[in-house]
């Protein structure tokens, strides 16, 4: 809910968004998020998990950069909202240009992705990337988006406060009270069934229960109607009847707001949220495995999630929902929660959710969510984020002054120079346009400075593996004894491809596809020794009992 509301929500100031068009965004990024390719097939072909994907915030910091350049910034006659006719040709042409150039930078960066995962290039960037470079980089990706947070939440601090106090009351006061609702099973009929509401629902039921109270403060006009008055926004109505003029079907389709365009400035700032959504979606790859009893996911699967995590963003791009897409870490915590790991219950969300995007009322009812309440939304959301960043330091040795040092350097430094870049930007012109764009994104970009010195001065100042946190690291995302027959069936191909299909001898080669079969390696000890008999008893006896030799 938080990650399709919240992109097109900071993406503008208030007082340029075009109702219409935020609804036909969030609902694109609704359909987008659980399209076949990114939401269905991530856990019928690449990794193999049950795990969904949807819109990613890490991309939002670098949007957000590139859209400050000068030649992008809005227009001073757009930042009146009483004089803005958001109907008018003009300024359907001004955020639509936008719209295009994140649209193709996201295009272009998504094959950055792709290449990274199908090639195995992953397994290999993963040898220098260690917990202090993912901190402040995971870190970076909230906090500088404080400002936003505060204007939205400054519409009315006293709905977004009760937004907040809703969400922190049912995901930590309440999150062990079992709620009983009626439910039927065969042999038990009818009967009440206890499931912890509060704690797999909180920003849901906090978001509607905020909603439904600017409602009633709006029909009794509590709230003030006149559009400069402060509290304006936290009325129902304040977007106009977009819910009513919305369509009750439409299906997004690929640039449906033109050709899209591409900078070299934009390329290389959305690179750096290409970067940190692939770090944090291979942390829920593992975390995932883990919840669900299933062993450490090998490199094969993990190449496979992140190409097919690029194509997602490809996708995404394409239909212009002004995001990528990533692997959704609360579904990791619903799975948790819910015990429930089968792939088929996500494979039936994903199409739940696909449905829902293709009504028009869908997308209309997320953007005429009140701009306090997701302001009491972003307060609690930016601050785990924040802290989840933070957490990934359990792993390191934080009584050594070298991780200190590194850390609070990477961190401060991801706040203070693209502060200073954004105010002094002319003092970094070198007289070529692009190359200037270029540097100006790259420096505006918080995570990407951060993580940047996190991941040289990690790598270059001495350091132990235990001191730097990356035995704990290697331990917590190393298997146990599972058996490679148990591996096998989790993480490979599915239909037999690979195995029974398309078993040909380059096929193991391949970084996306599962290695070497163990069964044929044994074949070829047994036959070395001169024991084929016992090959094919053994292949029998296996086949008898069901047990499943592939990897």
Not at 260 to 278: D, K, N, W
Not at 327 to 345: C, P, Q
Not at 346 to 364: D, N, P, Q
Not at 387 to 404: F, P, W
Request: include cysteine.
């Amino acid at each position: 809910m938080g990650a399709t509301a919240i992109p097109h929500q900071i993406m503008l100031p208030v007082s340029q968004r075009k109702v219409e068009a935020l609804a036909t965004v969030a609902q694109s990024l609704a359909t987008l998020s659980q399209m076949c390719l990114p939401g269905i097939c991530p856990s019928c072909w690449a990794f193999r998990l049950p795990i969904i994907q949807g819109g990613t915030l890490t991309f939002l910091t670098p949007t957000l950069a590139m859209l400050s350049l000068p030649n992008w910034k809005c227009p001073a006659w757009t930042n009146n909202a009483t004089l803005v006719n958001t109907s008018s040709p003009e300024f359907i042409q001004v955020w639509q240009t936008r719209m295009r150039e994140v649209q193709g930078t996201i295009i272009v960066t998504s094959c950055f992705q792709i290449f990274v995962g199908f090639s195995g290039l992953i397994g290999f960037l993963m040898r220098f990337i260690g917990p202090l470079t993912i901190a402040p980089t995971i870190t970076l990706v909230a906090l500088p988006l404080f400002e936003s947070a505060g204007d939205m939440a400054g519409q009315h601090w006293g709905i977004a406060l009760l937004t907040t106090f809703f969400i922190v009351l049912f995901s930590q006061y309440l999150k062990h009270v079992a709620v009983p609702l009626p439910s039927y099973k065969r042999g038990k009929k009818c009967h009440f069934f206890p499931i912890y509401l509060f704690q797999i629902f909180p920003v849901l039921l906090g978001l509607s229960l905020s909603w439904l109270l600017c409602y009633v403060l709006t029909v009794t006009s509590v709230l003030p109607a006149a559009p400069t008055a402060y509290g304006h926004l936290a009325r129902t109505d304040s977007r106009g009847d977009v819910l009513s003029q919305a369509p009750w079907f439409r299906l997004p389709y690929p640039g449906q707001w033109g050709t899209p365009t591409v900078s070299l400035a934009g390329i290389f700032g959305i690179l750096a949220g290409v970067i940190s959504s692939m770090l944090e979606s291979v942390g829920d790859y593992y975390a995932c495995a883990r919840l669900c009893g299933a062993p450490p996911p090998p490199k094969h699967a993990i190449s496979r999630g992140i190409g097919m995590e690029g194509i997602g963003c490809l996708l995404a791009g394409a239909w212009g929902t002004g995001s990528g897409t990533t692997s959704y870490s609360e579904n990791v915590g619903a799975l948790g929660i819910t015990k429930v790991g089968s792939r088929m219950v996500i494979i039936a969300a994903a199409c739940a959710m696909l449905l829902s995007g293709i009504f028009g009322k869908v997308g209309a009812m997320l953007a005429s969510i009140p701009i306090p309440v997701i302001g009491g939304m972003f307060l609690v959301m930016f601050g785990v984020i924040v802290a989840v960043g933070i957490s990934n330091l359990q792993y390191t040795d934080m009584n050594s002054s070298r991780n200190i040092f590194i850390f609070g350097f990477s961190l401060f430094a991801g706040l203070t120079i693209p502060n200073w870049a954004s105010k002094n930007s002319a003092l970094l012109e070198t007289g070529i346009i692009q190359l200037d764009q270029v540097i100006l994104v790259l420096l505006t970009t918080g995570m990407f400075v951060g993580g940047l010195m996190g991941f040289i001065l990690d790598n270059t100042i001495p350091g132990t593996q235990e001191e730097r946190g990356l035995l704990a690291w290697k331990q917590s995302h190393k298997g146990g004894t599972e058996s490679s027959q148990l591996i096998s069936k989790v993480y490979d191909l599915p239909f037999g491809i690979g195995t029974r299909y398309c078993n040909v001898s380059w096929f193991r080669y391949l970084p996306a596809c599962p290695r070497r079969l163990s069964c044929d390696k044994t074949m070829d000890e047994l036959k070395a020794a001169g024991q084929k008999t016992s090959v094919k008893a053994s292949l029998e006896r296996n086949s008898e009992i069901g047990v499943d030799t592939r990897i």
